[in-house]
Structure formats: structure tokens, C-alpha cells
């Protein structure tokens, strides 16, 4: 009989599965394996449960020493330390790149005590920030504020960091400069340590206002340069050595703790790494420095391994199983290849394969997230079109529900022709999305770039390109791309200097009267949620009063649904747990569309009436614009109407905002074709409409 890792049942609490009548072993019609071990312990258990048993506390880590030291002795004994120390992205960037980002807090929390008790060396854990914070309201249904305060208490020994956005805090705008400090000042509060502190163009206004909030909170602050192109490269000359090296004294001299770069896209070449490394390292001896990169073209163990030999003190992996294509490099290779020399990283290698067999089983309840549905090694095309290891997913996902799921090829291409039009930006959240929501414009619309540039004039951009070349997210190096600014802004309002400056301060008094007069029972986190996306935050509150806590659901449960005669349990909280079976479904729907599920819970029979959304849908066949009459406007992607500016009888001038719609966090702007009167408006508010859906009539 075989035995897989029981991950999808409690800790400490076995399920016999054979005892309900069914094999050990996976069945024929596709349960994950390893969601039921048969009566011992399973792998996940014995492996968290071992390193317990040996020491009750974790032992002290890197941690300690911020915590009674503070950020300035931690930079010091980083710089001081002998050997490389790793920093483990698996929690944060790692899933981000493989696996959109889906992965829950329930199977987080459970590895966390396995990594407290067997990875104490690690200079930092990356557990929060980037797209977490969005993705967990949004998709997840879960609070990361909690995501957060429960993995501190698992990992008390290991300092966390995060991925701040400078003045775009874990948003993708703007926000009022009070906003980022507010939000720094209560990560530290619920247990975040250190902030590596990026902006989207190396707009250094925006690097310092993150830089300032993070060291004002008491985090230790990591500024971070964005890489691209390639220093190795003479004939590369727009982002040279010298870029980086200027950009780096900056930063010194704004008093960063740790100096990072964030190669973003893995196109730090092994030669590139030596040149950038040893030239910062020559003019900052004392201060310690930190490598994050992308495995996308395969060279990224080796990248790592120059910066470490070219005097880095730390660089990022993720575990072996969580590793490679767009994640981190492996870090059981970067372990195994410096045993035994001067940068060994005192990690032990069985750990690091017990780690990774956890995420192993772990990843494959993640399935219809994973990136490799299309990408099935390294690909060097990276090189060419610059495609963030974070973004790649993402891209794809939008692609699929744009309907371009059979171009996304073409779509890589685009994208590298976007960067042109754009003037060869630095690519990363969210001047990334900039980029890549004009490559998937440009092949839905069959546009190439002298297309995109001649008809720019006419054409309607989306939302976040509008916005770049406005200057809502600050300058790029060397300015804005001309002519093609001024034919997509016309006369447009422009941005002049740091965006967030001349925003109003957010009453976050007024805020919280709104919330708790909608939501009672919202605190003061969801207040600050609500201040970085508002209708997110909104829907997800909104969510929960309606279901409940579904973070506590097995993640097999929350991603499919029990099956008819299935027993799970459900634990609310210590010493709580429900158990639950599923008997039946009424087959007729009622009068408002509601189908009765008959279910047990702890032995008394209940029945609930729940929508059934799909039954009840109705049969709309939406009219298609008809492009051969001028008046009639099209949608031009596929997507959800957020906002119409316009009215029946109300009067446009060409290029005048009509509607706005939304696409998997893409956001258009479509314009008036010509001027004239609204005759007909043919869509409500929140409706959802296919691409050329008649929008709207001019006449």
C-alpha cells in the first residue's frame, strides 16, 4: 500500500481513507495525490513534528539581533557575515511567478514551523507584498494583514521581508504620501521587518518617499535598483554601469540599510554580474548587498554564484521544487555548489529536499495556475523581450481572458515591441502592466508598431498607458517617448514631477466612518486595505460577511467544492472544528433561482438555499458593432463596463472619454471616433460584454 503526504488534512489529525472504502492511492477519477494517508503519519507531519520534538523554540536567527540591535547592527553583521546567506522567496515571488500568486495562507502556515526550526540561517523570508496583498482579497478571500500576524507567530526567528512599491506602497497609483506611511508603520506593527523598497522607472523621488516611510516605521530599509539590458553590453548603452553605479551613491547617501538589485526579468548575465557587483561593491565596501533575479532563461544559479563570488552577501532562491523558469534560482543547487568553500551557506541539504518535497505535493493542488501549461523549460527569449518573472503568469492569464490564448506567442513579441514605443522603460510593477496591456492592445486590435504610432491619434489606449505617458507614475530615465506622447495625450493634462506630491492627504477618519457604515465589523487593517483598493477591499468584506472565513478550508475544498458524500472537516480556530458532509442537491431550482444543498454538520442535518448562478443565467445575445457605420462604437476587448461618463443627448468632442472597462486589473478608456451626439447607450454599469459589443451610438 502507498502512502502520499497527507497535505490536505489537519496537523496532527489523520484521515484513514481506507477506512471509508476507497484506496490510499489517488482514484480514477483525478483526486489530488496525498490528500489522505492510510492511519501513520505522512511526510508533512513527521517532518514538521521531528524538528519540533528536538527543540520546542526555533533557535535564534537574524532576527534577534534587528529586534535588540536594530537595522543599522543587522546591516552590519549581514556585511560581517562569512559565507553567502540566502534570502527564500518561496512564500512571496516564488508563487507569484509560477502560480499567479494563488497560493493560500492555510498551506503556508503549515511548512512554518519546519522552516523556523530548519532554516534559522536565512538572512530573510519574502512572505508579503508585490501582488500578495491584492491577490489574497481579491481572489482568495482572505485577509493578508491575518496572513501576515499567523505566519509571525509560526516564524518568530527569521526577519520577513516584503516588496514595497515606493510611493506605489502594494498598489499600482499613486496614493497620498500619508497612505505609504500609514501602511509601512502598521506592517511593522503586525510583523514585517524589512522592505526592499523599488519604484517602476528608478524614479528616484518615488524610491526616497518608500525609502523614508519604511526607515521612519523602524523596518530596515533595502533600497533596490530595477535592472535592465546588459552592462556586458557596450553596444547596451541607454542603462550602463554608470547608471547604476550614480543610482546606487543615491541611495547610500538617502541612508539605505541594504543595497539592492532587483533583476527583475533574470537578465543579469554571469559576466554582467561580475562588472555590476564588483563596480558597487569597490565604491560601497561597508554596506551590505543584496541579488534578486529570475530563473526564465536557466542562467540564474550561475548568475548568483558570480554576484556571490564578486562580493554579494546575499541573493535570493526559492526551494528546489518552487524553483526555476520564472521563479528563483534552485536553492538546493546554490547550497550543494559552495559546500565545503569560503561562501558556504551552512544550510543543510537534507532540509532543504524535506522542504521541497512538501511544496512538491503541495504545488499540485495548484494545477490550473501553473505556468508551465505553456512554458516547459528556460527560455532565453527573455533577453529579448524583457518579460518580468513576476508579470509572466499574469500576461498569460490576461491573454486567456482576452480571448488570446492562441497568440500568446505573438503577444511576447508585441511586448518587446511595446518597450520600443514606450522608450525602453525600466519594466516592473506597474510600469510592466504599462507595457504589457499595450502588447495584448496591439495584437487583439492586429496592430504592429507602425500601426500603434501612426494611428495613434485615433486610437483608444488603455487606461494604464494613457496614464504613463501622462506621468501619473513618474518620469522615465531620459524622458517621455516623442511624438508618440503627444498624439496619444493631445491635450490631455500632464504630471510634472512626483505624482503623489500633489495629492491631498487621505482622511483616514472618514474612511473608517464609511467602512464600518457598510461593514460594522471591519477594523482598523481592512481601513487600510480600503485605502489602497477600495472596491477590492469593499467586495472582499463583503464576501466574507456573506461565507464566512474560507481561508480556514482545506485548499482541494476551496478550489472545487466538495464532492456529494464527502466528509471534510474545518477548523475555525483552536479546539473548534467542523465536521462536515455533503448529502445531496435539489434538482429543481426555485422561483428565485435557488437550489436547496442538503449537508451534516458535526451530525445534524442541514439544508441551505444557495443561488445558482450558471441555471438562472439569461440567454443575452448582445448586439456587435457594425464597423462600416461611423457613429457606432465597439468595445474593443472583452471585459466588464466600471464607468460610463456619458449620457443619452449629451454632446462629444472626438477623443472625448465615453466608458470604461475592465479586464483581469486591465483598464480601458474608450473614446469617442468622432464627435457628435449620444443617440443610443446600449449597456448598464457592471455588465460584461464581448470585444465589438455595441457600446453606444453617435450621431
Known amino acids: 500500500m502507498l502512502h502520499y503526504p497527507c497535505y490536505e488534512s489537519s496537523l496532527c489529525e489523520i484521515s484513514d481513507y481506507s477506512a471509508q472504502g476507497a484506496s490510499s492511492e489517488s482514484d480514477s477519477e483525478g483526486d489530488v495525490p496525498g490528500q489522505y494517508c492510510a492511519g501513520e503519519l505522512c511526510i508533512c507531519e513527521t517532518i514538521v513534528l521531528s524538528s519540533i520534538l528536538r527543540s520546542p523554540e526555533p533557535p535564534q536567527g537574524f532576527r534577534h539581533i534587528l529586534k535588540t540591535q536594530g537595522p543599522e547592527a543587522f546591516a552590519k553583521t549581514v556585511r560581517n557575515h562569512k559565507g553567502l546567506l540566502l534570502m527564500d522567496t518561496t512564500f512571496r515571488d516564488a508563487h507569484q511567478s509560477l502560480l499567479a500568486t494563488r497560493v493560500r495562507s492555510h498551506d503556508l502556515l503549515r511548512i512554518s514551523p519546519y522552516v523556523a526550526h530548519n532554516f534559522s540561517q536565512l538572512y530573510s523570508l519574502e512572505n508579503w507584498g508585490g501582488a500578495t496583498f491584492d491577490v489574497a482579497l481579491r481572489f482568495l478571500h482572505e485577509c493578508p494583514w491575518e496572513r501576515l500576524e499567523d505566519m509571525r507567530k509560526q516564524i518568530p526567528n527569521i526577519p520577513f521581508q516584503m516588496l514595497l512599491r515606493g510611493a506605489n506602497a502594494v498598489g499600482y497609483t499613486n496614493y497620498p504620501d500619508n497612505v505609504v506611511f500609514k501602511f509601512c508603520e502598521l506592517s511593522v506593527q503586525v510583523g514585517m521587518d524589512i522592505f526592499r523598497v523599488f519604484d517602476a522607472l528608478n524614479y528616484l523621488p518615488n524610491l526616497l518617499l518608500g525609502m523614508e516611510a519604511a526607515g521612519k516605521a523602524g523596518g530596515v530599509v533595502e533600497g533596490a535598483i530595477s535592472y535592465t539590458g546588459d552592462v556586458s553590453d557596450p553596444t547596451r548603452k541607454k542603462y550602463d ?19 539592492c538589485i532587483k533583476d527583475m526579468a533574470g537578465l543579469l548575465k554571469p559576466a554582467a554580474a561580475k562588472l555590476l557587483i564588483t563596480a558597487l561593491r569597490d565604491k560601497h565596501p561597508d554596506i551590505p548587498i543584496h541579488i534578486h533575479t529570475h530563473d526564465t532563461a536557466g542562467a540564474g544559479v550561475a548568475s548568483m554564484l558570480a554576484c556571490a563570488e564578486a562580493g554579494a552577501d546575499v541573493v535570493d532562491v526559492a526551494v528546489d521544487s518552487m524553483s526555476g523558469m520564472t521563479s528563483q534560482p534552485c536553492m538546493g543547487a546554490v547550497v550543494a555548489c559552495l559546500q565545503g568553500s569560503k561562501l558556504d551557506t551552512g544550510l543543510n541539504l537534507s532540509n532543504v529536499s524535506e522542504y521541497s518535497a512538501y511544496w512538491e505535493q503541495t504545488r499540485t493542488l495548484y494545477a490550473p495556475f501553473e505556468c508551465t501549461t505553456t512554458m516547459k523549460s528556460g527560455n532565453a527569449d527573455v533577453y529579448m523581450n524583457e518579460i518580468p518573472g513576476g508579470q509572466y503568469t499574469n500576461l498569460q492569464f490576461q491573454a486567456y481572458s482576452l480571448g488570446l490564448e492562441d ?31 499595450l502588447a495584448q492592445f496591439m495584437v487583439q486590435n492586429k496592430l504592429s508598431a507602425d500601426d500603434v504610432l501612426s494611428k495613434a491619434e485615433e486610437l483608444s489606449f488603455p487606461k ?91 485548499t482541494r475544498i476551496f478550489l472545487t467544492g466538495p464532492k456529494v458524500g464527502e466528509e471534510f472537516e474545518v477548523t475555525i480556530e483552536r479546539g473548534k472544528t467542523l465536521g462536515i458532509k455533503t448529502l445531496a442537491m435539489a434538482e429543481d431550482l426555485t422561483a428565485n433561482g435557488e437550489r436547496e444543498v442538503f449537508f451534516e454538520m458535526n451530525g445534524q442535518l442541514r439544508s441551505v438555499f444557495i443561488k445558482d448562478k450558471e441555471a438562472v443565467k439569461e440567454l443575452h445575445i448582445h448586439p456587435k458593432a457594425d464597423k462600416n457605420v461611423k457613429g457606432q462604437v465597439g468595445a474593443p476587448m472583452p471585459g466588464s463596463v466600471i464607468d460610463i461618463r456619458v449620457a443619452v443627448g449629451d454632446k462629444v468632442e472626438k477623443g472625448a472619454a465615453l466608458v470604461v472597462l475592465s479586464a483581469m486589473k486591465m483598464e480601458m478608456v474608450v473614446q469617442a471616433p468622432v464627435a457628435g451626439v449620444i443617440k443610443t447607450l446600449d449597456i448598464k454599469p457592471n455588465m460584461k460584454l464581448e470585444g465589438d459589443d455595441l457600446l453606444m451610438t453617435i450621431e
Open 241 to 259: 554601469l554608470k547608471y547604476y553605479t550614480n543610482l546606487a551613491d543615491e541611495l547610500v547617501k538617502a541612508g539605505t540599510h541594504v543595497l
Open 407 to 437: 497568440f500568446f506567442e505573438d503577444v511576447k513579441k508585441a511586448y518587446r515591441e511595446a518597450n520600443v514605443l514606450l522608450g525602453d522603460i525600466i519594466k516592473v510593477t506597474p510600469s510592466s502592466k504599462v507595457v504589457g496591456d
Open 464 to 554: 494604464s498607458v494613457v496614464e504613463f505617458l501622462q506621468g501619473s507614475i513618474g518620469e522615465p530615465y531620459q524622458g517621455f517617448p516623442e511624438p508618440f506622447r503627444s498624439k496619444v495625450l493631445k491635450d490631455m493634462p500632464r504630471v510634472s514631477g512626483r505624482p503623489g506630491a500633489s495629492l491631498p492627504l487621505l482622511d483616514f477618519d472618514k474612511l473608517k466612518t464609511e467602512l464600518k457604515g457598510k461593514h460594522p465589523y471591519s477594523t482598523d487593517r481592512d481601513v487600510m486595505s480600503a485605502a489602497l483598493y477600495p472596491h477590492v477591499t469593499d467586495e472582499y468584506l463583503t464576501f466574507r460577511e456573506n461565507f464566512g472565513p474560507v481561508d480556514k478550508l482545506d
